[in-house]
Each structure stands twice: as C-alpha cells, then as structure tokens.
C-alpha cells in the first residue's frame, strides 16, 4: 500500500486530525478560525496571503485534506484561489466570508466552493466540514461506476500511489482498470492493504492533462467518452475513474467559462461595440436575449478584434490566471494554461474543449458546480453544496434547457492567452426552432480560420429539442479579447434522457458555429444573473445589504439588550435600551461599578 | 479590614463585566463563545484576539476618515471594503454594535453619501471606542485578579 501518509497522526482517527489550510486577510478571524479549528482537533495551518496558501499547496498537493477560505481578500480573490485550489489540487475548498449575499453564494458554487460559511463562523459548523473530505472521495470512487465504499477515507489525499512529474501513475491499479467492467470496487481491489481504502489521487500535470485535451479534441466532444480517452491517452496507470472524474470538472468549467464569456461579451459591448446583438448577448438574463443572436449571421466584425483583457479575460490571460496546467498540447487551445508553464508554447491553433490550463483550478472544479447550479435550476432548490452530479447523474441538466451544450472553439495560432487582439467569438447559433439561438461557440480569432473547434451549442431549447442540426449557424459573439468561454457541452457530461446527444463535427473551418452557450447565469437566476450584475468576475462589489437589526426598532426582547437604532435625519444613533435590570444603562465607566461594588464589599461578604 | 482591592469583588466584577457588555448590545453571544475557547492552554485568547481587532479597527477606521476627506473624490468603493472587512472582524469578535454601525454605514457608502458617511463613521468610532473601553476594563481587571494570585473564572 503505497498511499502517502502525510505525516498525520491522526490519519486514523479522521476525522481528528484532519489537515486544513486556512486562508485569511483579515488576523482577528484568522486567528479566531485558527482557534476554533484546532479546538476540533484538527491539523491547521494558517496563511493571511493567499499567495502563499497556494504556493504551499502547490509544494506539496498531498499536504492538506481541506482548505477554508475567505472570499474577500486584498492579494487574490478568494474565487480564484478556489479555482485554483480545485483544478489543480482537487481539494475541498470551503468559502467564508461576512457577507451572505445570495448572490456571492451562488458565486461560490459556481467556482466550486464545496460549502459556503457566513462570519462569525461557529465552532459547531467547523466540526463537520469533514464531510466535504469524505464526499469528495465517494465521488470520485463513483465516477467509475465502482460500489462505494462503505467508510469513509481518512483523511489522506487520496492519490493513485506515487504520481511522478509525469503524470505516470502507480501501477498497482492498472492492471485491474484494464478492463474493468466499472462495476468493481477497485478500492478494494488494489490495495492490498486493507487500511487503504481510498485510491491514490492522480496528479493532473501539465503533460497528463494535455494528453487528456488531445484525446478529447480527437474524439470529439461529444464523443469523449472516459475509456476512449483513457485509450487515446495511453497512460500507464491512469484509470479510467480519473479520466471521468477529470472529463466531468472539464466539462464544467468550459461550462463555466462560457458563461464568464458570456459576462465578457457583456463587457466588450459595453466598451463600443455598436452591435446590439452582441449586448444582448452579453446579457445572461434570460433566455430572450438570445432572440437577438438569432440568425447564422456572423457576428464577429473586426470591432472585437482587439479587446483588451480585462475581467475574466485578464484573469485568463495572466500566468496564474488560466486553467489547467499542461493543458492542451500545441496545436490545440490551450487557454491560460499556456501561462501558467510560463511560456506560452502552446499553439492555440484549435481550441480545445478546455479552457486554459489556469492555476484555476476552477476550471475543474467550477465545473462540477455548474452541473449542481443546472441542477438547482431545475430543482429550484439548493441541493447541497458539494454535492456534485456525476456522470451517472441524469438530472444534471435542468430541463428547462438552459444549459446551453457548449463548445470552447479553438483559434488557431493564438495561445489562448496572447489573444489580446482577439476577440473572443461566441458563436451562436439559431438552430433551435425557438428564437433561443444563442451564442454558439466561442472562438478566439486572430484572423485565422478556427480549427477543431467544440462549439457552444445553444442551450435552452435545444435540450428539448431533438438534436438540432446545428452546424451551420453561428453566430460568433465576441467577447473581450481572448476570452474563453468554457463551456461543456451538456450532453458530455450526463446523458439526459431529453437532450440527445448533438453531433458536433468537429469544425475545422473557421468559425465553428453550432454551439450553444452554456447561460450558467440563466441556469442561476434569470432575473438576477450574478454573471450579469458583476462586470469583473474577480470582484466581490459592494452589496446593498441591510440588516434588518440595524433597523429595528423599539422591539422588545428578552434576553440581550439590543441597541434600538433610531434614524435622525440620516443619522443613526444607537440606544440601548434599558431592560430593567438593575444595570445602569450609562455605566460611565465599570471601574467606577467595580469601586461602588468594593465598597459593598466593605459592608457585606460578597460572593 | 478593606486591604485594596477585595479578590471577591475582582472576580465578581470580572464576572460582571462581559455580562453587562451584553446587555447593553455591546457584545453579543459571539463574544461569549470567544470566552469560552479560552481555557489553561490559551488563557490570554480573549486578549489576544481583541488586541489584533483594536489594531485592525483603528486602521481601518483612519483609511475610511482619510478617504472620505478626499477633496478630489471620495473612493466609496476602497470605503465599502474597509466596511466589509471591519463587518467581518466586529462580527467575529462578537461586538455587535460595531457590526451594526458598519451594516448602517454601509447604506450610506453604497448611496455614496459622503455627509451620511461621516456620520457613520463618528458613529463607528463612538462604537469602537466603547467596546475598546469596556473590553479594556475586562483585562485589566483579570490582570488584577492574576497578580493578586487569584484565577480566572471560566465560561463553560
């Protein structure tokens, strides 16, 4: 049994032991969150930078069970550092953060946060976030079909034996994944040692998961499907299990990235573009702003060539910024992930059906999240938070076809990240027979035609529908430059019984079309798209939230006295409000109590 | 015979204290709970994390008076972050009052009302320094009832 034990004591006690990295500007509730961590026994580590939390996570991605995170902090937001943490770690990446705003939760899940905590947090709500450790390895044993197993994993990261730098896996689990029928327990089959319940955790490197976008860019991907990936990979030791669970974050952070494009495209018609299409486009609210995409007129005119990153764009183009590392190989868009090895070797000359490799991990992990926001949509209910749809999951997608099958498009010779000059295509397209044609794919152009591109299907309508013809329509939404949509196309990740699959050739003319944009933000709320409202993904603006004790007035309680908060002219005063009891409200000072007691004291015992 | 300060009554007056805060609003139970992690292996717990808030209020509460003293333009939104952060520390600590002057104040940032600010921040201020005082008065008197070789009562 190879499964590293990083040095925890208590890896047998999970969850006492438990090793949490805990990430906060702010020092009073670091240190306060600090305290009541390891009042719960658990192995805590403390960083205010989140710089720093990632670099040492990136040491060593077998150091920590669990991370907890604020959301505002002044170094990196604490969505990107959930990206980051979740695409290239895969750990359980727990947000916090003083406000609760419904929108900044959401916010959360869409990036992946398998659980959100509102400041001050409690100590009760600390003790199970265990949970989140344990979930996230059921789930990846249930991505391979296996049972699961019956107990939960300590607390080890779980990583398949001893991952070299490229990416070559153990071999213990290989002979056994060969053919495997995805009805085995292969925990239990590989270890032979029985306290090895969990599967070593594969370590997505830039090489593996370049492999990984190749493979898929040639299957096509609709037709990637775990196996024939695994195949085309051609790794040893890599299971099958790690490339669907692995296909499944990918899937939705394209997903995710095609509705940040969506926000994008926002933002570029913001910035001068003339054409109403396209600001509609840019808006996610509702599935009426398709109408206007409607149409397989190309939309892309040489106004969006040359966008300056910003936003998410930005956040894509700079080195830390973008998706997996090793992301697709050259020739194939590699967005961000170019940046994140530091030279963007990579040829964006197809857009891969991922999205850069950023240090966000968020690509893989936003991924996920977006199934579950689907999901939300449809249910209308928040399920759990961190609960993710797996691939067997058949409600993964909302029947009200929002989610829009989306296909990153690839450009061809601009890393993805270079593009600064190019402008993101969304490629809509009017396949449906409703006027939901929506933005397609997205493609970077730099004026070369687009090769191999995964397009964004439409979403809505075309889930219901039977399978569209989409191909020839598109119409390219630019965003800003170099902006990556990512988007997953639907049918990739769960089979719907509604949606059949759409047969995307792979487009290797230019502008792919036929694709359909993921509306992540429709999928949330229609009326209150947080992609909307945010111009800049990365920033947590200001939000109008009251507190309705603040405007309470005059109401009795019973226990704590509570200022009453009276509104003069605009200015709110605070008054305590006596209680009766025999405190003096204006205690100038409780020396002055202390003394008159002491002088009590004089006369009586006291105590 | 009255030999300075009585032990009983430092310890009933430090028993008193926190009590008296929460009645008056100016902590609530989060302040409670603070008290109750401390124990023997982190006895100045309360201390320290209150000293780490006092510093970070203060700063911020400066950076927001000198922001909104700006002639050429007040930066409501470097003002909406202070407010954030401080929401977050006052809410973890457990001072209420603070918290609810940041929540008040933060109406006024989002409307961008630089006269309604500068109420809020006098406000806030009055706010802080009240905590600062009675919290203060807590730890001092704990102090005197360690030097005199008394213990600490704990909160379970």
Redesign the interface.
């Known amino acids: 049994m190879t499964v590293e034990q990083i040095g925890s004591e208590g890896k047998d006690q999970f969850p006492i032991g438990m090793r949490v990295l805990a990430v906060d500007?702010?020092?009073?509730?670091l240190?306060?969150l600090g305290?009541?961590l390891r009042?719960c026994q658990y192995h805590v580590t403390t960083t205010s930078q989140a710089k720093t939390a990632l670099k040492m996570l990136r040491e060593n991605k077998n150091k920590f069970d669990l991370v907890i995170s604020?959301v505002?902090m002044p170094d990196m937001d604490g969505f990107k550092l959930l990206e980051h943490v979740g695409l290239e770690m895969d750990l359980p990446v727990i947000m916090l953060?003083?406000?609760g705003d419904t929108k900044l939760v959401m916010k959360g899940i869409t990036h992946g946060a398998c659980d959100y905590l509102l400041?001050?947090?409690?100590?009760e709500e600390l003790q199970n976030i265990w949970q989140h450790v344990v979930r996230r390895k059921k789930k990846d044993r249930c991505n391979s079909g296996s049972k699961e197993k019956p107990h939960p994993d300590s607390g080890e990261a779980a990583g398949i034996g001893n991952v070299d730098n490229n990416g070559k896996l153990n071999k213990k689990r290989k002979d056994q994944n060969e053919d495997e029928d995805y009805e085995r327990d292969e925990n239990g089959h590989d270890n032979e040692d029985p306290s090895a319940q969990k599967k070593p955790r594969v370590v997505w490197s830039v090489e593996l998961h370049r492999k990984f976008v190749a493979a898929v860019n040639q299957l096509g991907i609709d037709k990637a499907v775990p196996k024939k990936i695994l195949e085309l990979m051609n790794v040893e030791k890599l299971t099958r299990e790690n490339v669907a669970s692995h296909l499944q974050k990918f899937r939705l952070y394209l997903k995710r990235i095609s509705c940040v494009a969506n926000q994008q495209a926002n933002m570029a018609a913001a910035l001068g573009t003339a054409d109403s299409a396209y600001l509609r486009m840019g808006s996610l609210n509702g599935l009426g702003n398709f109408h206007t995409l409607a149409g397989s007129d190309q939309l892309h005119n040489a106004a969006f060539r040359s966008f300056p990153p910003s936003g998410v764009l930005g956040r894509l183009n700079t080195p830390a910024g973008l998706g997996i590392r090793g992301l697709p190989s050259p020739g194939t868009i590699q967005l961000g992930h170019v940046q994140n090895s530091g030279n963007p070797t990579n040829d964006l000359s197809k857009l891969q059906s991922f999205v850069p490799g950023n240090h966000n991990t968020n690509i893989l992990q936003g991924m996920p999240m977006s199934l579950e926001l689907d999901r939300l949509q449809h249910n209308k209910s928040v399920g759990h938070i961190g609960e993710l749809p797996t691939t067997d999951s058949t409600t993964v997608f909302p029947g009200s076809g929002n989610l829009v099958d989306a296909r990153i498009t690839g450009f061809s010779n601009n890393p993805l990240l270079g593009v600064t000059s190019n402008s993101l295509m969304l490629e809509g397209s009017s396949q449906q027979a409703t006027s939901h044609t929506s933005v397609s794919a997205i493609g970077f152009q730099n004026g070369n035609a687009l090769s191999d591109f995964t397009s964004i299907a439409p979403a809505s309508n075309q889930l219901q529908d039977s399978k569209a013809g989409s191909q020839g329509q598109a119409s390219p939404i630019n965003c800003n430059a170099g902006q990556i949509i990512r988007s997953a196309p639907q049918e990739w990740n769960a089979p719907r019984k509604d949606a059949p699959y759409q047969s995307h050739a792979s487009i290797n003319s230019s502008i792919p079309i036929n694709s359909a944009m993921i509306q992540l933000g429709q999928c949330l709320d229609r009326n209150n798209s947080i992609f909307h409202k945010t111009t800049d993904l990365d920033s947590?603006g200001?939000l109008?939230?009251?507190?309705p004790?603040?405007i309470k007035h005059g109401e009795g309680d019973n226990s704590?006295?509570?200022?009453s908060?009276i509104e003069k002219e605009?200015?709110?005063?605070?008054q305590?409000r006596p209680?009766g009891?025999h405190?003096p409200?204006n205690?100038g000072?409780?020396?002055d109590?202390?003394s008159a007691?002491?002088k009590q004291?004089?006369a009586t015992?006291?105590? | 015979m009255w030999h300075g300060i009585d032990m009983c009554s430092l310890v009933y007056s430090f028993a008193f204290v926190p009590c008296a805060c929460e009645h008056q609003g100016i902590v609530d139970d989060q302040f409670t709970q603070l008290r109750k992690l401390e124990d023997e292996n982190s006895p100045h717990f309360v201390m320290e994390v209150a000293s780490l808030f006092f510093e970070d209020c203060e700063k911020l509460i400066n950076n927001m008076a000198i922001a909104l003293e700006q002639k050429q333009g007040v930066d409501f939104k470097q003002i909406d972050e202070c407010i954030h952060q401080l929401k977050g520390s006052s809410s973890s600590i457990g001072a209420m009052r603070v918290k609810n002057a940041c929540i008040a104040f933060r109406s006024f940032s989002d409307g961008q009302n630089r006269e309604g600010c500068l109420r809020c921040l006098q406000q806030l201020s009055h706010e802080y320094s009240l905590l600062k005082n009675k919290l203060q008065t807590l730890f001092r008197l704990e102090k005197q009832i360690v030097a005199a070789g008394g213990s600490i009562p704990r909160v379970h």
Not at chain 1, 119 to 123: C, G, N
Not at chain 1, 544 to 547: I, P
Request: net charge negative; with cysteine.
């Open positions: 500007d702010d020092p009073t509730c240190l306060l305290t009541l009042r604020d505002h953060s003083a406000n400041k001050p947090v409690r100590i947590v200001p109008n939230f009251v507190d004790l603040s704590i006295m509570e200022p908060v605009g200015y709110l005063m605070f305590p209680h009891s405190v409200d205690i000072s409780l020396e109590l202390a007691m002491m004291a004089d015992v006291i105590l």
